[in-house]
């Protein structure tokens, strides 16, 4: 593509994940898995990385786990070169637009986001 070296996705899954994990999953006792998600755009040696999530669903776990435990759904966002907080301040709401739902609403991809996935956790509730 441009002649520099790509980083392996799954290493920078795994950053993002690492990264985001930090902030959402500290009251997590599983994490249930991950869904539609792909990289926008590669990451080359020497990017920073990023990560964001916004919280798209919460709900009860099932059966007798629901007085304890609730399923919380995120959306996992990566960018390159920006830290997250001028990322948002940046592009705002549109970096949790799926990059590939963005050309029938007339909107442009963003060069710094290269990654998105969904995760559920299963987190003991507060008492």
């Known amino acids: 593509m441009s002649g520099e070296p790509i980083v392996y996705g799954g290493l920078v899954f795994a950053w993002l994940e690492g990264l985001a994990s930090r902030d959402v999953s500290e009251n997590s006792v599983w994490e ?3 869904t539609e998600g792909y990289h926008t755009q590669p990451s080359i040696a020497g990017d920073t990385v990023a990560a964001l999530s916004r919280v798209l669903a919460v709900a009860d776990a099932p059966g ?8 919380v ?3 996992l966002i990566g960018v390159k070169n920006i830290s997250a907080s001028n990322a948002y301040a ?3 709401a549109d970096l949790f637009i799926k990059e ?9 991809k963003i060069d710094e986001k290269i990654f998105e996935i969904e995760r559920q956790l299963l987190i003991r509730k507060r008492s």
């Open 32 to 34: 249930i898995g991950f």
């Open 64 to 71: 007798a786990l629901g007085a304890c435990f609730g399923l």
């Open 73 to 75: 759904n995120f959306q």
């Open 90 to 92: 940046k592009h705002g």
């Open 100 to 108: 590939n739902d963005k050309k029938a609403m007339g909107k442009e």
